[in-house]
């Protein structure tokens, strides 16, 4: 895959900050930077040129934002669908960086996603979870975005909560620091990613494993991100692992001991050397358990020289759902869940179908689709009072 072809998209503040910082990155030349929100000085923050920025809902919010409605992020992008289609049009792959709990990230990414999926472009989605101070309506609107529709769409999702940073920072630290030392870690991180899916010279990972480790409903992950350079000498590998490990959206070294499987990236300059690439990943050895799945990439481009950078992304998977293990077919790469149980005779409980009503978000309030008497919009099971057989017996009262 060409670089050139690779495209990150920066939604809402949050995203447009790390477009921002990944623009100030020379390693980032080849990548095509653009950025997406309906605040006009979010967009401003992406230092990007106007043909690169959409600002959507112009004509209706005035570029003064959602604040805070999801259903006005659905409808701001809904009506830039053309927009966007020509702002990520002839991609190879997308990425979509966010910080979710907002209007705009969270009811915008799923429409770039569902334009993305309609132009036949895989979609990678890169968004932190808001911090615990910011509230309760933050963190229900973002993990509802992530449940509803990021993970439903996306082909992989990468979702880390902004509160690691207090594993690391100080009570003292500023708030501007914290966020700050987020977007740089999230903008590696987006770098490290789009490396890792392009053609590795050295190692590549394949996308499809990728897709399948991350395609996850239930899944939280942490990132870390070493830099060394040159001047560290001989011991650059061992530099770069050790900022790795104290990154502050990694949680610590535990993160990786404890996780059902790590994404590891390398990239380095062209003097990057063979005995470099088996010293890290020897390390990251040391910390990963055998049953964990891995995934490593590593690569060399003339942007990278004089630089070595590590990064890894730790998964943890939710014990309640089963956990497919990539390349490997039948029962044999699955995982009991440990909310089943098993009858006498080896049978699994099966759960529930989750017929849960779903609302139609924006389309609420448009004209109903009535024929005989029944709108057509509402599920026949529901419109036809059915009664759910979930094989279990039924009480009598």
Same mark, same amino acid.
């Given at each position: 895959?060409?670089?050139?072809?690779?495209?990150?998209?920066?939604?809402?503040?949050?995203?447009?900050?790390?477009?921002?910082? /990944?623009?100030?990155? #020379?390693?980032?030349?080849?990548?095509?930077?653009?950025?997406?929100?309906?605040?006009?000085?979010?967009?401003?923050?992406?230092?990007?040129?106007?043909?690169? +920025?959409?600002?959507?809902?112009?004509?209706?919010?005035?570029?003064?934002? +959602?604040?805070?409605?999801?259903?006005?992020?659905?409808?701001?992008?809904?009506?830039?669908?053309?927009?966007?289609?020509?702002?990520?049009?002839?991609?190879?792959?997308?990425?979509?960086?966010?910080? /979710?709990?907002?209007?705009?990230?969270?009811?915008?990414?799923?429409?770039?996603?569902?334009?993305?999926?309609?132009?036949?472009?895989?979609?990678?989605?890169?968004?932190?979870?808001?911090?615990?101070?910011?509230?309760?309506?933050?963190?229900?609107?973002?993990?509802?975005?992530?449940?509803?529709?990021?993970?439903?769409?996306?082909?992989?999702?990468?979702?880390?909560?902004?509160?690691?940073?207090?594993?690391?920072?100080?009570?003292?630290?500023?708030?501007?620091?914290?966020? %700050?030392?987020?977007?740089?870690?999230?903008?590696?991180?987006?770098?490290?990613?789009?490396?890792?899916?392009?053609?590795?010279?050295?190692?590549?990972?394949?996308? #499809?494993?990728?897709?399948?480790?991350?395609?996850?409903?239930?899944? %939280? +992950?942490?990132? &870390?991100?070493?830099?060394?350079?040159?001047?560290?000498?001989? *011991?650059?590998?061992?530099?770069?692992?050790?900022?790795?490990?104290?990154?502050?959206?990694?949680?610590?070294?535990?993160?990786?001991?404890?996780?059902?499987?790590? @994404?590891?990236?390398?990239?380095?300059?062209?003097?990057?050397?063979?005995?470099?690439?088996?010293?890290?990943?020897?390390?990251?050895?040391?910390?990963?358990?055998?049953?964990? $799945?891995?995934?490593?990439?590593?690569?060399?481009?003339?942007?990278?020289? &004089?630089?070595?950078?590590?990064?890894?992304?730790?998964?943890?998977?939710?014990?309640?759902?089963?956990?497919?293990?990539?390349?490997?077919?039948?029962?044999?790469?699955?995982?009991?869940?440990?909310?089943?149980?098993?009858?006498?005779?080896?049978?699994?409980?099966?759960?529930?179908?989750?017929?849960?009503? $779903?609302?139609?978000?924006?389309?609420?309030?448009?004209?109903?689709?009535?024929?005989?008497?029944?709108?057509?919009?509402?599920?026949?099971?529901?419109?036809?009072?059915?009664? @759910?057989?979930?094989?279990?017996?039924? *009480?009598?009262?």
């Amino acid at each position: 895959m060409e670089k050139e072809k690779f495209t990150i998209m920066g939604v809402g503040g949050a995203g447009c900050r790390v477009i921002g910082t /990944l623009r100030q990155m #020379s390693a980032a030349e080849k990548i095509r930077l653009v950025a997406a929100d309906t605040d006009r000085s979010g967009l401003e923050s992406s230092g990007l040129p106007a043909d690169r +920025c959409l600002l959507a809902g112009e004509m209706w919010r005035g570029g003064r934002g +959602c604040g805070g409605n999801v259903g006005d992020g659905q409808i701001a992008f809904g009506r830039a669908r053309t927009e966007i289609a020509n702002m990520i049009s002839g991609s190879s792959m997308l990425l979509v960086s966010a910080g /979710l709990g907002g209007g705009t990230a969270s009811g915008g990414i799923p429409v770039v996603l569902s334009e993305a999926m309609r132009l036949h472009i895989p979609s990678v989605v890169l968004v932190t979870l808001p911090f615990a101070h910011e509230g309760n309506l933050r963190r229900r609107q973002a993990v509802q975005a992530l449940d509803e529709d990021i993970h439903k769409i996306a082909d992989a999702v990468v979702a880390m909560p902004n509160d690691l940073l207090f594993s690391v920072l100080p009570s003292t630290a500023p708030l501007a620091e914290a966020f %700050r030392m987020a977007d740089e870690q999230v903008a590696r991180t987006a770098l490290a990613l789009s490396e890792l899916l392009c053609a590795g010279n050295l190692l590549n990972a394949d996308f #499809s494993a990728f897709s399948a480790l991350l395609k996850r409903r239930k899944s %939280r +992950c942490s990132l &870390g991100v070493g830099v060394s350079r040159t001047e560290d000498g001989a *011991r650059r590998p061992e530099i770069a692992f050790e900022e790795m490990l104290c990154s502050p959206l990694l949680g610590g070294a535990s993160s990786l001991t404890e996780a059902d499987a790590v @994404i590891f990236s390398l990239l380095g300059g062209p003097e990057l050397a063979v005995g470099d690439v088996q010293a890290v990943f020897s390390l990251a050895e040391r910390y990963t358990r055998p049953e964990t $799945v891995m995934l490593t990439s590593a690569s060399t481009a003339p942007e990278w020289k &004089g630089m070595l950078q590590f990064s890894a992304v730790a998964i943890k998977f939710d014990r309640q759902e089963e956990i497919a293990v990539p390349g490997k077919g039948g029962s044999g790469g699955r995982r009991q869940s440990e909310q089943g149980s098993l009858f006498g005779d080896g049978a699994v409980e099966q759960p529930a179908l989750p017929f849960d009503h $779903v609302s139609k978000g924006i389309m609420e309030s448009t004209q109903k689709v009535v024929w005989n008497g029944e709108d057509l919009d509402i599920p026949t099971y529901i419109r036809r009072n059915a009664v @759910i057989d979930n094989g279990q017996p039924v *009480r009598k009262k």
